[in-house]
């Protein structure tokens, strides 16, 4: 049996465990998710990012191609002069730390003009020039600087700076009029990848430790609370042990201790009407001991000095009833004192006149003796009528006997009827259950004949007559159970009534012997008394002359009564010895 300790330290732990789970997981999907949505907006950000770096690095180009333009305008430059001058200020270009940020220049021929890494195709007509997936590179660039006076971006595989690898590359590209070039540049796509990719290491990184802070937490919240949950079970069960040691106190009638609980709760107001109930059952004990201590000492008009509430009221009654019949017990012993002082004078002067009674007694004897003869003949006529009783006693046995061979005979009939019983019940039970495996065969088949559309409607109004027979034979089967459940009854309340019935027969047997073996005693009786009829009209003449003798005894007696009254009169003095209270009727 766990103790309420140990079950308050069971449910604590279980409902923190439950709340810190529950947080736990919250706070570790929630992480996830931001971690996610940090790498969507780290995605969209880094992205956009290259795609508005390569377009402003382009357009700086282009503002640089203007500024030399401007130049050959002023004359500065020829035109010669100012398109070198920028062929070879854009292919020193490089906006990346690794060099990989480069610029190069198509016309609008097709013709390669400036390639940092490709200087030897130079001049070339790249018209045809596609990608591993058979994009025209050169055709897509023209078309998209055509259809936008700002540029635009495409996307195709090209070689690295490494001249090995090949990569897609998202690319930006502006026309430069005055001059009819196209200036372009872009960042390979595996490169923003590998970039996005070490901050999503990064990340996940940081989404490893917090969730490792995470489980530390949930640890150190679980560890927490199950020092709290044994502080507090400690702080709840201290009051129930102080209750649980006063009342094993009260059960071992030990009054002695109270409880020392200055809590304002439900076990402050429990112990405190534990020391109640305790004071009051103290008090109790307190003044019944008085009560019976007073009437050790003779003082029987004691009464309570404390109100007795509840079911200690029956016991301050009968205290109270106590002091009240030993209280009415020695006033009549008193009464029955005087009124014996008063009887034995009575009795002497009795005697007296029976000392003159006694001799007419002797004359009563003769006429007595007559009647003894008359008494003796009858008492033979009582013998020879307790010997026919007697035969009649013999014979009820025998009918009562058969009678009570029959009433076994009808209480196994009566058990055979409750075993077939029981096996019928049985059976509807087996009727019962095919009833129920019937309408479960039935409900499947109109399960079947629903999903077979228009050609199961017949099996379908077959499966519910069977499912209404079923239903139909269950309800029998209950009815028949209910009747047959109904007939056991009256057949269990039959074979007891037989059984009752074969016991009181058997009382009657044994009855019937009592009455059997009485005649045979009055049969012996009556003759005794015949007998001793014979010897008592003997002793009557001997009667006769006792009856002088008892003339002298009385005279004695007359004496022995004064004796009797002296000895009542102590009785008396003895009695007022207890003090008692008067009762009035």
Known sequence: MRSVKTLLILVNVV????????????????????????????????????????????????????????????????????????????????????????????????????????PEQEGDNRYDLEDQNGVKIIQSI???????????????????????????????????????????????????????????????????????????????????????????????????????????????????????????????????????????????????????HEMANGNFAVGSETVYVGEFQEVQTSLAVIVSSMNQTLLQINQAAEQVSFGAEQVSDGFQQLAS????????????????????????????????????????????????QKMEELIAAICDISTASDSIQKIIKSIDDIAFQTNLLALNAAVEAARAGEAGKGFSVVADEVRRLAQKSGESADTTQELIENCLQAVRKGNQIARDTAEALTAIVEENNVVQGLMTKIASDSQEQAEDSNYINQQIAAISTVTQTNAATVQESALSSQELRQQAEKMKLLVEQFHLKRIRK
Request: overall charge negative; charged content about 25%; hydrophobic content about 35%.
């Open 15 to 118: 409902i923190v465990t439950i709340a810190v789970s529950i947080i736990g997981l919250t706070a570790r999907e929630r992480m996830r998710n931001q971690i996610q949505t940090s790498l969507g907006t780290y995605r969209s950000t880094l992205y956009g990012g290259y795609d508005d770096s390569v377009k402003y690095q382009v357009q700086n180009v282009i503002s640089l191609l203007q500024g030399m333009y401007e130049r050959q305008l002023s004359g500065e430059w020829t035109e010669e002069k100012a398109k070198q001058e920028a062929i070879d200020c854009v292919k020193s270009l490089r906006y990346e730390e690794d060099g990989s940020g480069y610029f190069w220049i198509d016309d609008l021929d097709y013709i390669l003009i400036a390639h940092p890494i490709l």
């Open 357 to 404: 009674a006694t001799v007419q007694q002797a004359a009563s004897v003769q006429d007595v003796a007559e009647r003894m003869e008359s008494i003796s003949e009858q008492a033979q006529q009582n013998s020879r009528s307790a010997d026919q009783a007697r035969d009649c006693a013999i014979q009820t046995k025998q009918y009562i006997d058969t009678g009570k």
């Open 142 to 292: 023209m078309q998209t600087v055509q259809n936008s006076a700002d540029g635009g971006f495409n996307e195709f595989y090209y070689t690295k700076a490494d001249g090995v690898t090949v990569a897609p590359k998202r690319a930006y590209s502006m026309l430069f009029e005055p001059w009819g070039w196209i200036v372009s540049t872009g960042v390979y796509i595996d490169d923003m990848d590998r970039t996005y990719m070490e901050q999503k290491q990064i990340l996940d990184e940081e989404l490893r430790l917090q969730l490792q802070m995470t489980n530390l937490c949930m640890a150190v919240t679980l560890v927490v609370s199950v020092v709290a949950s044994v502080i507090f079970a400690r702080v709840v069960t201290k009051p129930l042990k102080k209750i649980q040691g006063l009342a094993e106190r009260m059960a071992k009638c030990d009054f002695s201790q109270s409880l020392d609980i200055r809590s304002r709760n439900e076990f402050g107001q429990t112990a405190m009407k534990l020391d109640y109930a305790q004071d009051k059952l103290k008090s109790y004990i307190q003044d019944v001991s008085r009560q019976l």
